[in-house]
């Protein structure tokens, strides 16, 4: 499984970007998408997570800012509202779930990743 994300660029602090993220190749199903990122200097994190269409979770520092959404099996998009400085990184988008196994059953359970695209916060 592919994934290609977009959306990424330069903003001010309080604009708003949206990353979006599709995933391509042969698999069974997708049960998860979302999004991690890494600020120069630190650790991975997750920022948000969406089960399903409606299961969703947040870091608490993007909660109410952020709103990921999944357009279909196949796609995922990342509202980033209000947006700060410390918001700057590096976004990974990220699927899991399963391949395809003989006569289209489910296969062995994927986790792929996108490569990043970069969100800057101009202060």
């Known amino acids: 499984v592919q994934l290609q994300a977009s959306g990424g660029g330069l903003v001010q602090a309080g604009g708003s970007l949206r990353l979006s993220c599709a995933a391509s190749?042969?698999?069974?199903?997708?049960?998860?998408m979302g999004w991690y990122r890494q600020a120069p200097g630190k650790q991975r994190e997750l920022v948000a997570r969406i089960t399903g269409f409606h299961d969703t979770n947040y870091a608490a520092s993007v909660k109410d800012r952020f709103t990921i959404s999944r357009d279909s099996a196949k796609n995922t998009s990342l509202q980033m509202s209000s947006l700060k400085p410390e918001d700057t990184a590096a976004y990974y988008c990220f699927a899991e779930g399963l391949g395809v196994g003989r006569g289209w059953s489910p296969g062995r359970a994927f986790n792929s990743w996108g490569p990043g695209t970069l969100v800057t916060v101009s202060s």
């Open positions: 190749g042969s698999f069974h199903s997708i049960s998860s």
